[in-house]
């Protein structure tokens, strides 16, 4: 499932970002990668270090799109990172392969940042971790393979069955499911929001409204503001 428009080849895609760097006070820096561009977004206030918030990307897409959509919300307190998955995938990107790829993907970001303001990348602090089809997949992975790295996570458009005790193994202390009301796995994860819920676990369920397979909200739609800010609040 595709997550967003693409690229036609890497230099398109720094102009794309140049543009819209013009039209905002916070512009998407690229970040060079083996397949499409990855792109970090700087917080507003650098007075202080700042944690990190990670976005996966569906299936054979970029990050470009998403990137440009969360860092309205993201942006404002955390350095948003988006990544490009590992592998080529029809003029994308697939997050497939060995694990040490995947992680290293995410892991070049950060160090861009770290690079882009030394002092200014909270690595220490537990960041948030953002998926969306696919990515939402791989998200749970890393959040796994990475115990106690990621405080907050956030899967959208996926079919998963997560339980308490699989989260605070994995170091997580709240979480976000997400769905449009024409996604095929809306049900699933509304339901999963609900169990967990009965399990004592801090969730919410965030409905995009009256939207297909996609992480933006639309109308009618609950919007990700209020529900990104309560997961980077959990400590």
């Known amino acids: 499932m595709r997550s967003t428009p693409r690229c036609a080849c890497a230099l398109a895609c720094v102009a794309l970002a140049s543009t819209t760097a013009a039209q905002s006070l916070r512009a998407l820096e690229p970040v060079a990668t083996p397949t499409t561009p990855a792109f970090v977004v700087r917080p507003d206030d650098l007075s202080v270090a700042r944690p990190i918030a990670v976005y996966l990307h569906g299936l054979c897409g970029g990050p ?3 990137c440009r959509y969360f860092r309205r919300v993201v942006g404002e307190r955390a350095w948003l990172l988006c990544p490009s998955a590992p592998r080529a995938c029809g003029g994308g990107a697939t997050w497939q392969g060995p694990m040490r790829d995947r992680l290293g993907a995410v892991e070049r970001v950060v160090a861009a940042a770290a690079r882009r303001s030394p002092g200014g990348v909270d690595r220490a602090r537990p960041g948030v971790l953002i998926g969306f089809s696919q990515g939402a997949y791989e998200a ?10 990621w405080r907050g996570a956030a899967f ?10 699989q989260l605070e193994a994995a170091g997580v202390r709240r979480l976000v499911l997400a769905a449009g009301r024409r996604d095929i796995t809306r049900a699933t994860l509304a339901a999963n929001a609900e169990s967990l819920r009965a399990e004592g676990f801090p969730v919410r369920f965030v409905d995009l409204g009256a939207v297909g397979h996609t992480y933006a909200a639309g109308r009618g739609g609950s919007g990700w503001r209020e529900a990104l800010a309560w997961l980077s609040e959990g400590e």
């Open 140 to 149: 749970w992975r890393q959040v796994r393979a990475t115990p106690g790295r």
């Open 64 to 66: 470009e799109a998403g």
């Open 156 to 165: 959208i458009g996926a079919y998963l069955h997560l339980r308490r005790a």
